[in-house]
């Protein structure tokens, strides 16, 4: 067969258990559920970074924070430093090779480089209730869509932010229903924008990024989406409310609102709201995988399958990201190889999500980079390799004050923070809720030294010296 095609789907803060392939009953995932029936499903599968923009630099790179240099957000998200000029992503790599690239939606890549076409938003943005004039910069849905949906609904842009003025946007915590029809929704949108590109007659291979801007916050699902789950139907976490005295003191009491609340109510609706926006984007695969089979491109096509970090959605009464706690950075990660290709439906071992550059390289023909820290997946997903086995994960918050770094391995998972108290240590396969943070108990200091002295070596192995020429 020839070079394939490759797609690549991410979305925005999607928890790796909103997937029925991962055990959930009661989110509605069909089309995702099909896909891991069709090729690999990494079960445990780590961001390198739990927030957005690092975490994807990662994602372009195959490189860690620390490596490429993006290692944080401003909370201004447009002055957030992009990839260094010398930094060369995955797409660059394919370019050479004679790839077609392309992006819609949100890559959050400042600059984009390496693509011959985009239709890029920055996102759904919570915080921004205006488009224009916030201290925080422009509306990050930003003026390609702007443009595209004035077009079809003049005015329309300027409801998003109407909306947002209401007062039910911050009492439910953004969880609302979308004031736009479905088929002008940001994701249907960009959904059109990768379906239209697929579907060209392209005289060479092509790469597509589909980056989905859900089910990231504002949880603001169009209808029918936004009813589709009763708030008693929906499931909170078991930790919502837990006792959490025995994680650092920067990480207890929710870090939120939802530790506040008299009762369940609010995390109840805005995870209704969210799980809407799980099968509101099934909903969307589903069309864009008709549309690669109606073209007779489907065999012949890499598609991976991922999301940028996760959402705690009320774990130790939290919102949002920027812990290692599993709700944060553990993601679902799916792996389809053309159809001639060997596959093994599922692999346990831990695995890094940056780890999609080097696996896209390796599928499309062109050699890994040796600057490049990741390992591909392709043998893992043939059968003839085992998983990594760990996941390296940094953080530092946005005004580079408060740092951590952690290492998660098949069996524990270790968090060391710069603050007084700031380690973690939790068995996983014994404690996989993240309830006992064995840093704290004495007779476990010799594992906490153990897996000190592990993230201590993989970060000194991350550092060793690549020549460039």
Same mark, same amino acid.
């Given at each position: 067969?020839?070079?394939?095609?490759?797609?690549?789907?991410?979305?925005?803060?999607?928890?790796?258990?909103?997937?029925?392939?991962?055990?959930?009953?009661?989110?509605?995932?069909?089309?995702?559920?099909?896909?891991?029936?069709?090729?690999?499903?990494?079960?445990?599968?780590?961001?390198?970074?739990?927030?957005?923009?690092?975490?994807?630099?990662?994602?372009?790179?195959?490189?860690?924070?620390?490596?490429?240099?993006?290692?944080?957000?401003?909370?201004?998200?447009?002055?957030?430093?992009?990839?260094?000029?010398?930094?060369?992503?995955?797409?660059?790599?394919?370019?050479?090779?004679?790839?077609?690239?392309?992006?819609?939606?949100?890559?959050?890549?400042?600059?984009?480089?390496?693509?011959?076409?985009?239709?890029?938003?920055?996102?759904?943005?919570?915080?921004?209730?205006?488009?224009?004039?916030?201290?925080?910069?422009?509306?990050?849905?930003?003026?390609?869509?702007?443009?595209?949906?004035?077009?079809?609904?003049?005015?329309?842009?300027?409801?998003?932010?109407?909306?947002?003025?209401?007062?039910?946007?911050?009492?439910?915590?953004?969880?609302?229903?979308?004031?736009?029809?479905?088929?002008?929704?940001?994701?249907?949108?960009?959904?059109?924008?990768?379906?239209?590109?697929?579907?060209?007659?392209?005289?060479?291979?092509?790469?597509?990024?589909?980056?989905?801007?859900?089910?990231?916050? $504002?949880? !603001?699902? /169009?209808?029918?989406?936004?009813?589709?789950?009763?708030?008693?139907?929906?499931?909170?976490? %078991? #930790?919502? =409310?837990?006792?959490?005295?025995?994680?650092?003191?920067?990480?207890?009491?929710?870090?939120?609102?939802?530790?506040?609340?008299?009762?369940?109510?609010?995390?109840?609706?805005?995870?209704?709201?969210?799980?809407?926006?799980?099968?509101?984007?099934?909903?969307?695969?589903?069309?864009?995988?008709?549309?690669?089979?109606?073209?007779?491109?489907?065999?012949?096509?890499?598609?991976?399958?991922?999301?940028?970090?996760?959402?705690?959605?009320?774990?130790?009464?939290?919102?949002?990201?920027?812990?290692?706690?599993?709700?944060?950075?553990?993601?679902?990660?799916?792996?389809?190889? $053309?159809? !001639?290709? /060997?596959?093994?439906?599922?692999?346990?071992?831990?695995?890094?999500?940056?780890?999609?550059? %080097? #696996?896209? =390289?390796?599928?499309?023909?062109?050699?890994?980079?040796?600057?490049?820290?990741?390992?591909?997946?392709?043998?893992?997903?043939?059968?003839?390799?085992?998983?990594?086995?760990?996941?390296?994960?940094?953080?530092?918050?946005?005004?580079?004050?408060?740092?951590?770094?952690?290492?998660?391995?098949?069996?524990?998972?270790?968090?060391?923070?710069?603050?007084?108290?700031?380690?973690?240590?939790?068995?996983?396969?014994?404690?996989?809720?993240?309830?006992?943070?064995?840093?704290?108990?004495?007779?476990?200091?010799?594992?906490?030294?153990?897996?000190?002295?592990?993230?201590?070596?993989?970060?000194?192995?991350?550092?060793?010296?690549?020549?460039?020429?």
């Amino acid at each position: 067969m020839d070079r394939p095609n490759i797609i690549l789907i991410t979305t925005d803060e999607q928890r790796w258990d909103t997937l029925g392939c991962y055990g959930n009953q009661k989110v509605k995932t069909p089309t995702l559920d099909a896909l891991a029936e069709k090729g690999t499903l990494f079960a445990k599968a780590y961001n390198q970074n739990p927030v957005c923009i690092p975490a994807r630099a990662c994602l372009q790179t195959g490189r860690y924070t620390r490596q490429h240099g993006v290692s944080y957000m401003e909370a201004a998200v447009d002055s957030t430093p992009g990839l260094p000029p010398w930094e060369k992503t995955f797409m660059e790599h394919l370019q050479d090779a004679g790839y077609v690239t392309a992006a819609f939606g949100k890559i959050h890549m400042m600059p984009p480089k390496g693509y011959h076409e985009t239709q890029l938003t920055g996102g759904k943005g919570a915080r921004w209730t205006q488009s224009y004039g916030s201290p925080l910069g422009p509306g990050p849905l930003g003026p390609v869509y702007a443009r595209w949906l004035d077009s079809v609904h003049p005015g329309g842009y300027e409801l998003i932010y109407e909306q947002r003025r209401e007062p039910e946007y911050r009492k439910y915590m953004t969880a609302i229903s979308n004031v736009l029809p479905l088929e002008e929704y940001i994701d249907t949108w960009i959904t059109e924008n990768t379906r239209e590109f697929v579907a060209r007659d392209h005289d060479r291979p092509f790469f597509a990024w589909c980056g989905i801007c859900g089910p990231h916050g $504002p949880f !603001d699902p /169009p209808k029918p989406y936004d009813t589709m789950y009763p708030y008693d139907y929906v499931d909170i976490s %078991p #930790t919502y =409310l837990a006792d959490d005295s025995d994680k650092p003191k920067h990480l207890q009491n929710g870090g939120g609102r939802f530790a506040k609340e008299p009762d369940d109510s609010l995390i109840r609706r805005v995870t209704a709201y969210y799980w809407g926006l799980c099968t509101y984007i099934d909903d969307m695969m589903e069309r864009l995988f008709q549309t690669l089979a109606k073209c007779g491109k489907a065999d012949n096509t890499l598609i991976i399958f991922t999301s940028d970090h996760g959402d705690h959605m009320g774990d130790w009464s939290r919102g949002g990201k920027g812990t290692f706690w599993e709700g944060s950075a553990r993601v679902p990660f799916i792996v389809v190889p $053309p159809s !001639d290709m /060997p596959r093994v439906p599922h692999v346990d071992g831990v695995i890094g999500t940056f780890q999609v550059a %080097p #696996t896209i =390289l390796e599928y499309a023909g062109v050699e890994i980079p040796k600057e490049m820290q990741a390992t591909s997946l392709k043998p893992v997903v043939e059968g003839a390799e085992v998983a990594p086995g760990f996941a390296l994960c940094e953080f530092e918050d946005n005004n580079q004050v408060r740092r951590g770094k952690s290492i998660t391995t098949n069996r524990y998972k270790y968090a060391f923070w710069n603050t007084e108290d700031g380690q973690e240590l939790y068995d996983m396969q014994e404690d996989p809720l993240e309830m006992r943070n064995l840093a704290r108990d004495p007779g476990s200091q010799d594992l906490v030294r153990q897996h000190k002295e592990m993230l201590l070596q993989h970060l000194l192995d991350s550092e060793k010296p690549i020549r460039r020429w």
